[in-house]
Nanobody
Framework: QVQLVESGGGLVQAGGSLRLSCAASGRTFSSNSMGWFRQAPGKEREFVASISGSGGNTYYADSVKGRFTISRDNAKNTVYLQMNSLEPEDTARYYC??????????????????WGQGTQVTVSS
């Protein structure tokens, strides 16, 4: 059974940093795209960042470009999201996702087959 478990969320002041982790188990995703999405209260879940199977290609939402960095360690079957210069607008529950079929970075939710339960990030002003 595939599981994605996120960690690293918390409360941080504006301008601060957090590093989210997503550990996968049940299968190896070294050839598969993985991504991060987020959902703020009262809003739809939105794309944040994605990374190719090898880690060589990444893709970001405009709202986080230059502040967030996605990376992965395939030996640990883990993907990370380094979040710097956090803003109150980044407050949301962050979800990790993995694709069964795609290798290249994907931004559409429908391209992902496995989802974690999420980790809460709260940025205070």
């Amino acid at each position: 059974q595939v599981q994605l478990v996120e960690s690293g969320g918390g409360l941080v002041q504006a301008g601060g940093s957090l590093r989210l982790s997503c550990a996968a188990s049940g299968r190896t995703f070294s050839s598969n795209s993985m991504g991060w999405f987020r959902q703020a209260p009262g809003k739809e879940r939105e794309f944040v960042a994605s990374i190719s199977g090898s880690g060589g290609n990444t893709y970001y939402a405009d709202s986080v470009k230059g502040r967030f960095t996605i990376s992965r360690d395939n030996a640990k079957n883990t993907v990370y999201l380094q979040m710097n210069s956090l803003e109150p607008e980044d407050t949301a529950r962050y979800y990790c996702a993995a694709s069964r079929l795609y290798n290249a970075p994907r931004f559409r939710q429908r391209d992902y087959d496995y989802w974690g339960q999420g980790t809460q990030v709260t940025v205070s002003s």
